[in-house]
Structures are given as C-alpha cells and as structure tokens.
C-alpha cells in the first residue's frame, strides 16, 4: 500500500532563512510526487513535481524539492522563506501501480514564516 | 492552462436540505473529477473518483446515497449532499485529470465551504 508521512505538523522560520518541509513515501514501482500549497478557505495550488530525471525539482514561487530515492524522502525547500510562503504544505504520491490515478496525501504541514 | 472552476465557494443550508457542488474544467476535457472531503487541520480525505460517463468509485466508508456524483460531461463534475446534516459541514474540493493536465499533477478547484445549520 502507498503512504506519505510528513513528520512535523509545524514548522516555523525567520524571514529570510532557508526553509524545509519533510516528506517521505512508501510505494511500490517508481513513484510521482507532488507538492502542493493551500491557503486558507482555498483549493490546492500546484507547487512541483517529479516524475523522473533530474532528483533535484525546481517549481512555483522559488520553491525546489530534492527527490532521494535511497531514503524515499522528498523534501520541499526554499533558500529564503518570505512572510507569503505562510501557508498549508501537501505532500503526494502516485504510484504507476495504484488503480486508476488514485493520489495519497499526506496530512500537510503548516508553514509559519515570521517577519 | 487546466483551470477548474468550483461553485459554490460557500453555502450554508437547514438540516436535512440538499446541495449540490460544481465543478468544471474551463480549458481541458476532464476525463477523471475527484471529489475530496478535508476537516478542519487535516489533509485531504478521497471520498469518490468519477470517470466521464460513469459511475463514480467511492471509497469505503463513503456513503455513495448521501453524496451523489454525476459526471454527465467531459467539463463537468456535480456532488450533491443529499438530506444534509450538520456533522456533513466541512470543506469539499474537486480535481480533474484529463489530456494534457499530466504536467499539473492534478488540477485543484478553489473548494466549498458546507455549513450546514
């Protein structure tokens, strides 16, 4: 079965300092992942992805991802947090095995950037 | 490209009323809507999966009586909460897959905001 574990609930940086939300996964054959962003009352916005190539993802507003497939993690990050990055984060996976197109979500982490 | 439109952003309704939920594809022909429940803090619960023309695939504890999906079109996905109750207050979001959306992962309606009173 295919999971997504975002270990920290919350995470909180300084303006201005490099930014990381945690992501692992559990799937069987090669994964996709996805990060998306939430702001509140709103729908899910697309952040990055990877599918295959290049480990490191680069995506929506200066946000990168690092995918490592030897420790099944991929990681969000960002060299300089801004105030605007406060938000919901969401890890996903969809695994070329699972039925259909069917998406696991991990439970989102919120990001606190203060100023 | 791949907008999707969510409609209503908000409505509240009486207990034991009915509402239905839009979702739409503007620019691409959704072949697959999903239909996500998300409570309050906590990420997003898969209710149902509805390919065009279908039946739509509910996920087990779903009740598929209470939470109607149509999927009548290729630009259009409905959920209607049928006999709603207050406990079926939360906040529903669609995505659409269809050709071209790959590159998107899915595609995210602005979600709805069901109170129900």
């Known amino acids: 079965a295919q999971s997504v574990a975002q270990p920290e609930d919350q995470v909180n940086v300084a303006e201005g300092n490099p930014l990381t939300v945690k992501c692992t996964y559990s799937v069987s054959g090669n994964p996709y992942l996805f990060w998306y962003v939430q702001y509140p009352n709103r729908g899910l916005q697309f952040l990055l992805k990877y599918i295959t190539g290049d480990n490191l993802v680069k995506g929506s507003y200066g946000f990168e991802a690092e995918f490592n497939k030897s420790q099944t993690s991929f990681h969000l990050k960002k060299p300089s947090a801004l105030v605007s990055d406060s938000a919901l984060y969401f890890c996903a996976v969809r695994g070329i095995n699972t039925g259909g197109f069917k998406t696991i979500f991990g439970a989102g982490t919120r990001l606190f950037v203060k100023a | 490209g791949a907008v999707v439109s969510q409609h209503p952003s908000w409505v509240i309704c009486k207990s034991g009323t009915s509402v239905k939920i839009e979702c739409r594809s503007l620019?691409?022909?959704?072949?697959?809507m999903f239909w996500y429940r998300q409570f309050p803090k906590q990420s997003l619960m898969l209710m149902a999966t509805s390919n065009e023309g279908s039946k739509a695939t509910y996920e087990q504890g779903v009740e598929k009586d209470k939470f109607l999906i149509n999927h009548a079109s290729l630009t259009l996905s409905t959920l209607t909460v049928t006999s709603a109750h207050p406990e079926d207050s939360s906040f529903y979001i669609c995505?659409?897959?269809?050709?071209?959306?790959?590159?998107?992962?899915?595609?995210f309606g602005s979600g709805t905001r069901l109170t129900v009173v």
């Open positions: 995505s659409a897959f269809g050709q071209g959306t790959m590159n998107y992962g899915y595609t």
């Open positions: 620019d691409f022909q959704a072949t697959t």
